[in-house]
């Protein structure tokens, strides 16, 4: 489920589109490397720190948090 949710990360158009797309490849690049290992918890936490802000400080600062980065 969470994995689905991840979904919402690319929306809109333009600088926004193009952010939500990365946001999304970096999110989907740590569930390849955690595997089985990551937990929804953490999963949910990475999503909503890509959706937090527009430059990514958040997401760059949960995927360490996580050792995913």
């Known amino acids: 489920m969470e994995l689905a949710q991840c979904q919402r990360l690319v929306k ?4 926004t589109h193009e952010r939500g797309i990365r946001n999304y490849d970096t999110v989907m690049r740590a569930v390849e490397r955690a595997g089985t290992a990551l937990a929804p918890a953490t999963l949910r936490e ?22 995913l980065a």
Not at 12 to 15: E, I, L, Q, V
Not at 46 to 67: I, N
Request: without cysteine; aromatic residues 4%; hydrophobic residues 40%.
């Open 46 to 67: 990475l999503r909503d720190a890509a959706l937090a802000d527009e430059h990514g400080h958040k997401l760059q600062a949960a995927l360490a948090q996580h050792a």
């Open 12 to 15: 809109g158009y333009s600088d």
